[in-house]
């Protein structure tokens, strides 16, 4: 099996919804385009904070601020398990058959999931500086100046099944296959394909982030470092991240102080010797943005805050 395209394959072809009925979890209510669970990643949830939006096939659980695909979920569910057995427990639980993907001979009969995912189109993209609620974003984020030259203003529309347009915006960066990786307040996702994103530097030196906003943190204390960065924006590409890496002599790890990210160093270590593990810079925290946040709580970042005290409540929907 090939592993980083059976991780493709189940993203493409096996239904989130579907995987959660088979281990026994079933949608307490439906909110707008959301079925929203008890969540299942954690023991104390009395009211429904696992959403899933069937369209997109994508979770977030609100009580731990985490999401993705359905890759990510079955990381985040079987914590203890390797990457590559996380794959073949997703699909041993829904008894699918995964035809996997022939790049040359394409596969005109592969099964799909039945869920159409709705038509988006990124309408416009800006610097940051214009959106008063992104703005409020970044700046809850703790990351300000470097964000206006690392992040963009990124505006879009997803279109559903019956051609209705609904238009949206976020902070965004491009990964390497061009799709727009977009994060707000409310809804983290990606436009387009999901891919790493890499920022060349030294060649010998390379630093691993799990989510992008981390590199940002890391760069706010770390302003004139250039080592070449790898951000994963998905654990379900760690082999992606593993491969890159060993082009390079010295390599830095920076992932989430929790079981996922724990896993991730722990696999990442047992195929690239000499990496390091760096989480314990930010001890304490669950990753290197809250810690940031932390120290940051009380700071006015002046030269970056809207004159309007009412643009914080301003919608991410347009």
């Known amino acids: 099996m090939n592993n980083l395209l059976s991780a493709a394959d189940i993203k493409e072809q096996v239904s989130l919804v579907e995987l959660l009925s088979r281990l026994g979890f079933e949608p307490v209510r439906r909110s707008g385009k959301e079925l929203l669970f008890l969540s299942m990643l954690r023991e104390s949830d009395t009211k429904p904070s696992f959403a899933v939006n069937e369209q997109l096939n994508v979770w977030f659980d609100h009580g731990s601020g985490k999401g993705g695909n359905i890759v990510d979920f079955g990381v985040a569910f079987w914590p203890l398990t390797a990457f590559v057995d996380v794959l073949h427990k997703i699909k041993a639980t829904v008894q699918q058959e995964i035809v996997p993907n022939d790049p040359i001979k394409g596969n005109v009969s592969r099964k799909r999931m039945p869920v159409k995912i709705p038509h988006y189109e990124v309408e416009e993209v800006k610097n940051i500086g214009s959106n008063a609620a992104i703005i409020w974003y970044i700046k809850e984020r703790g990351i300000g100046q470097i ?172």
């Open 147 to 318: 964000a206006q030259e690392k992040l963009k203003e990124v505006y879009y529309f997803v279109e559903d099944q019956k051609k209705l347009k609904k238009h949206f915006f976020a902070a965004g960066w491009q990964n390497e296959l061009g799709g727009w990786e977009v994060r707000n307040k409310y809804f983290k996702g990606c436009l387009g394909h999901k891919a790493i994103t890499f920022i060349p530097g030294t060649a010998d030196r390379l630093l691993v982030f799990e989510g992008y906003l981390d590199y940002l943190s890391w760069l706010t204390e770390h302003e004139e470092a250039n080592p070449s960065v790898m951000v994963l924006n998905s654990l379900s590409l760690l082999e992606v991240g593993i491969r890159r890496a060993k082009d390079f002599d010295t390599v830095d790890l920076y992932f989430d102080r929790d079981d996922s990210g724990y896993r991730a160093s722990l696999q990442f270590i047992s195929l690239v010797p000499y990496a390091k593990d760096r989480s314990a810079t930010y001890d304490g925290f669950k990753d290197y943005n809250d810690r940031l946040r932390a120290g940051l709580q009380n700071a006015a970042d002046v030269s970056f805050q809207p004159a309007d005290e009412t643009a914080r409540r301003t919608s991410f929907v347009r």
